[in-house]
């Protein structure tokens, strides 16, 4: 039997249990957080206060700051390319209806949210040129992405285990920034954000190591290849308006360490609580080539952390169309 039809075996395997998952690890639609919980109520006679209040409060928080909260949004906004890339995975059928496109679907109505909330809050700010955010956005779903994973699930899995991770740490971090600079309302969202970022990352890496319980040598050679190939962000693609897929992921990427948000310490910290997650050191009955791969995930961290400390970020921060600098601190 092919890998490929091993794989599909698995995920039809797996997808018995999907209503299970479903009810573990997402919300019902008429018990989770929606957007207009956190934003000011465009029915109130109080709205054009609590916009003023939110907008002054606003100007206390620094560039590399607004630069990290646009790309986290337009990252979020991206949104319909993770759903169709997703949907191409094998054994997720979504002409068919099938177990596995049910929880795209609805993991897809939770993450659609999170771009919902931070693009009304960047507009209501008034501190982004809000049309070159738009326009962003709109190349990066033009332009979709090639997260190097293809078709195949068990390599999916592993990139979305990592990258709902990464997205808590990122959110998570402007979460505190925000408090400290006395935005206690954006703490907030940011940190409801964060909150479905973490439960759905405890949804993915389940999934993987429910396929390590039943094909674990298949599964350690795709966690291999991704940490060989190593995990690129969602946003890779980003440009600015005007101008040609090139840089501007790498200099968002700079703002983000230069703060703290997120750094290439974060990066090596998820590959290790991935390996311990899944404690890949105690994984037994595996083939030769599978072994040899565990060999190189266990060694992986250390070496990828003296890499790290040698990283160097420029210290002055790029101009982006986004955010101009006039307009903040």
Same mark, same amino acid.
Do not use: C
């Given at each position: 039997m092919s890998i490929k039809n091993i794989r599909l075996e698995v995920m039809q395997f797996l997808e018995k249990n999907v209503d299970s998952f479903v009810d573990q690890y997402l919300i019902p639609v008429e018990k989770i957080w929606q957007p207009t919980d956190f934003l000011p109520n465009s029915q109130s006679d109080t709205f054009f206060d609590e916009?003023?209040? !939110?907008?002054? $409060?606003?100007?206390?928080?620094?560039?590399?700051?607004?630069?990290? !909260?646009v790309g986290d949004t337009i990252t979020e906004e991206a949104l319909?390319?993770?759903?169709?890339?997703?949907?191409?995975?094998?054994?997720?059928?979504?002409?068919?209806?099938?177990?596995?496109?049910?929880w795209i679907r609805q993991w897809t109505g939770e993450e659609n949210r999170h771009g919902d909330l931070l693009s009304k809050y960047l507009y209501l700010s008034g501190r982004v040129n809000m049309?070159?955010?738009?326009?962003?956005?709109?190349? !990066?779903?033009?332009?979709?992405?090639?997260?190097?994973?293809?078709?195949?699930?068990?390599?999916?899995?592993?990139?979305?285990?990592?990258?709902?991770?990464?997205?808590?740490?990122?959110?998570?971090?402007?979460?505190?920034?925000?408090?400290?600079?006395?935005?206690?309302k954006l703490s907030k969202m940011c940190k409801m954000i964060a909150g479905d970022e973490m439960r759905h990352h405890h949804a993915y890496s389940e999934f993987v190591n429910r396929i390590f319980q039943v094909d674990p040598s298949e599964m350690m !050679?795709?966690?291999?290849?991704?940490?060989?190939?190593? $995990?690129?962000?969602?946003?890779?693609?980003?440009?600015?308006?005007?101008?040609? $897929?090139?840089?501007?992921?790498?200099?968002?990427?700079?703002?983000?360490?230069?703060?703290?948000?997120?750094?290439?310490?974060?990066?090596?910290?998820?590959?290790?609580?991935? $390996?311990?997650?899944?404690?890949?050191?105690?994984?037994?009955?595996?083939?030769?080539?599978?072994?040899?791969?565990?060999?190189?995930?266990m060694k992986l961290p250390a070496r990828m952390a003296k890499i790290s400390e040698r990283l160097v970020i420029p210290q002055e921060s790029h101009i982006f169309k986004w955010v101009e600098p006039a307009l903040v601190r």
């Open positions: 916009v003023k209040e !939110l907008r002054e $409060i606003a100007k206390e928080l620094p560039y590399d700051f607004w630069v990290t !909260l319909p390319t993770y759903e169709s890339w997703l949907m191409e995975v094998d054994g997720i059928d979504n002409v068919e209806r099938n177990g596995w496109a049910k049309r070159e955010v738009e326009m962003t956005t709109q190349h !990066l779903i033009n332009d979709g992405f090639d997260i190097g994973t293809g078709r195949d699930p068990y390599k999916n899995f592993v990139y979305t285990s990592f990258q709902e991770l990464a997205t808590y740490v990122s959110h998570n971090r402007v979460a505190q920034m925000a408090k400290k600079y006395g935005d206690n !050679l795709a966690f291999q290849y991704m940490m060989k190939a190593k $995990i690129v962000m969602p946003a890779h693609f980003l440009r600015e308006s005007g101008e040609k $897929i090139s840089t501007a992921f790498e200099q968002f990427s700079d703002s983000a360490q230069r703060i703290g948000v997120y750094t290439a310490a974060d990066y090596v910290d998820i590959m290790q609580k991935l $390996i311990d997650k899944w404690e890949i050191d105690k994984i037994s009955g595996l083939t030769d080539e599978a072994e040899k791969a565990r060999d190189y995930l």
